[in-house]
């Protein structure tokens, strides 16, 4: 939220802090200040904890000024020459500004305008350069004539943007006043936090720094103006509410008689500072009020109203949306209005959508003379999803999202009325309309210094928790020994009841007396029992175990479209996906199906930079299910590729990635996860050629005692292609199912490193080629008991001695106790064991040992 200092001040006393204190007191109370922004005041010295922007306005060189004649320039059509005095002097100056042609040549002018002069030497903003760029007035000649000064645009002045005419002041601007005094200004920029919602307006900052800085906070009178239209308007409007819930108050008031025009330009100076565009004066005294108070309010034109109930009555009915019905918002949209969207409605049909934005057909034209002034409460979730839903953010529904208390619309409504007859000229009728039908009830709180030193770790008396609360506009009245009751200030939403009201005001108090004074202690409560998540914390190991063989995490979008997935897999039915109801963009549209996907869009981005690859992701999939929330599957996806080694200063020469290296990463993974083929758990590799991404031969299908547990392989080349992949290069790719893998992994009990010298044999055994060498080792693994640490294959012969359908598989075999050095007699029951089991499988025969 933007907010001009000058504006603060019209509700309490700054004069004698400086902008530093200012900021770091807002900051230090919870609302952080983003950025300071000069708009003309002296800059003070650089502020290093905040970000400064700005310029500050020479107060001999831009003053306050006057124009009393625009004559034509006599060598060009498209500038004027003004006569301008600065309250010293009269001053040639010329400007090629269009706001100032209709004054060209029609002699001395009934009433100066006043303007903003800048002499010459002066530092502005570049006018005609993009963004801002410095510049500093010389004296030069344009056309033949000498300019030496210039009347400014407000984006020399760094107002804002605009420069395609000069600022014209208000009337009463006195001529000769530096400028930085009349409308010099400072603008912060403040974080405002989703629970600090009450200080979404001028009024709600200043009353944080009354509090801080404990002074006098000032009010705005908000009685209505007099005289008073004729009439009562309770005899003109009436309101329905049909669901108290999403709108727990409707307010109305009336203005006859406005003209519509401009609104005074120290208005339009505040509204831009505070980052709003000025229209005219009704629309910008809703604006004006909406940041003064905080409560957003709305403008109809009467007259349309009473057109569209025939002269009758006017009936505002708020209620939801009925199917089919559409409205013509105020940025030109046709909207189709959904069931749970809140409408402002009359007997026609809709107005508004309630708390988002007005209709086009009710809004304050130039021809509006009667303006039936809106200010409600609504339900914030409604408002949220309404705005989300039709994707329509706006001031209003960035407040009201977030909680905007019943009792501002009344406020709200008195003070645009206020501002609408003092910029227009109307006469307010004397009563509102108010529909009141579900007030907050807000149960008084108990408090005591106990709890407070509790809480926050230090202890204050009962008269002094009732200072502070009080300076933030609580009432407390004293109970019992040391006890407060404290009753909540009808603009806060955000205190709770009972022991969460306790906590609410401990931090109100905190904030006051000062986080940066609150003496650090020890914990004095017992500490809570600590609960551990098996899931998350495996999740965590299996990261690291990826990560230490040399594969780097990714973190990608859950959301993807059924086109980028298709890449993959071919074309998709779009009605298998869970889709977004707003989504943020087209190809953001559903919840992925697949998280291999969303690696290899990684992939190909990195592959032009790197020239080796080795991702991997863990997150869910989201599969849908027939009248129920979606199943939200984890997975694992590791893609790998390029070169086998990362580059070395030798500049050797290095092989492509290929299948084995993925497997050999699955196994590392996989015997580290206790669910290596060598344990009770063991992964089966099988051949598999139903996936029809991958390579066929260079795949395989990964089972967990029959159950699925994922796919690796080569991705298929025609797939390949689909992706910017160098061509010739192996891309490699694995998806496992992490509920399986979590459920088959063991923890694996550690050993101590033997001290006992291992006793190793080779062993060769004859299988049939269907036979996998996986189970070869499981068989000798399952006969070899404890003492048979380590299997290893280091040969595959295949040869005509040995027959077609055969081959030969030859194992290091390593024998050990952690206790003894083994024997060649304690040896030999185990290798004659490992041989009958072998051998009692179809097909196969021991050929050899030693």
Known sequence: MKVPVSWLKDFVSLDDLSIEQIARALTFAGLEVEEIRYVGWPMQEPIHEFKVSGLSWDREKIVVAEIREVMPHPNADRLVLCDLYDGQQQHTVLTGAPNLFPYK??????????????????????????????????????????????????????????????????????????????MGDVVLEVSILPNMARALSILGIARELAAIFDRPLRLPDLRLPSPYAEGRLADQVEIEITSPELNPRFVLGLICDVQIRPSP??????????????????????????LELGEPLHAFDYDVLRARAAG????????????????????????????????????????????????????????????????????????????????????????????????????????GLQWMAAWSGGQVFGDLVDAYPLPPRHAPIEITPSQVERLLGFSLRRDELRALLERLQFTCEAFGEDGLRVHVPPHRLDIGEGIVGVADLCEEIARLYGYERIPTTRLSDTLPPQIGNPAYEWEESLRDLLANLGLQEVITYRLTSPEREARLSGAQDESQYIRLVNPIAPDRRVLRRNLLVSVLEVAERNVRHRSRIALFEIGPIFLPRPDDL?????WLAI????????????????????????????????????????????????????????????????EVEGERLGYAGELHPLVRERFDWPAQVPLLVAELNLEVLRKRSRLRAAR??????PVREDLAVIVPEEMPAAQVEHLIREAGGRSLTEIQLFDVYRGEQLGPGRKSLAYHLTYQAYDHTLTDAEVAPIRNRIIRRLESQPGVQVRRTG
């Open 105 to 182: 040549g029609a002699g001395r002018l009934p009433q100066p305008i006043k303007v903003a002069y800048a002499k010459e030497g002066a530092v502005l903003y570049d006018g005609h350069a993009e963004g801002q760029k410095l510049t500093t007035l010389k004296r030069t000649r344009i056309r033949g004539v000498e300019s030496y000064s210039m009347v400014c645009s407000e984006k020399e002045l760094g107002i804002s943007d605009d420069h395609e005419g000069i600022i014209v002041l208000d009337e009463d601007a006195p001529v000769g006043m530096p400028l930085a005094d009349y």
């Open 752 to 757: 101590p490193v033997p001290e006992y010298p």
């Open 312 to 415: 009758g009555k006017v009936h505002i009915l708020t209620r939801t949306a009925r199917p089919g019905e559409r409205l013509r918002t105020l940025d030109g949209v046709e909207r189709v209005l959904q069931p749970g969207n809140v409408l402002v409605c009359d007997a026609q049909g809709p107005l508004s959508i309630a708390g988002v934005m007005g209709g086009a057909e009710s809004e304050v034209t130039e021809k509006t003379r009667n303006v039936l002034l809106e200010g409600a409460a609504w339900n914030a979730i409604n408002i949220r999803r309404t705005m989300l839903m039709h994707n329509l953010p706006s001031e209003a529904a960035y407040r009201f999202s977030r909680g905007v208390h019943p009792a501002l619309a009344e406020e709200g409504v008195r003070r």
């Open 630 to 634: 979606p199943l939200e599957q984890p």
């Open 265 to 290: 330009y120290w208005v339009q100076r505040r509204l831009k500072l505070a980052g709003m565009r000025p229209i005219n004066n009704i629309v910008d005294a809703t604006n004006y009020a909406m």
């Open 639 to 702: 893609v790998m590729g390029g070169d086998r080694w990362l580059p070395s200063w030798d500049g050797g020469a290095t092989a492509k990635m290929d299948f084995f290296d993925l497997k050999g990463v699955l196994e590392s993974l996989l015997e580290r996860l206790g669910c290596d083929p060598g344990s009770v758990n063991g992964v089966e590799w099988k051949v598999e050629s139903e996936v029809p991404y991958l390579h066929p031969g260079k795949a395989a299908r990964l």
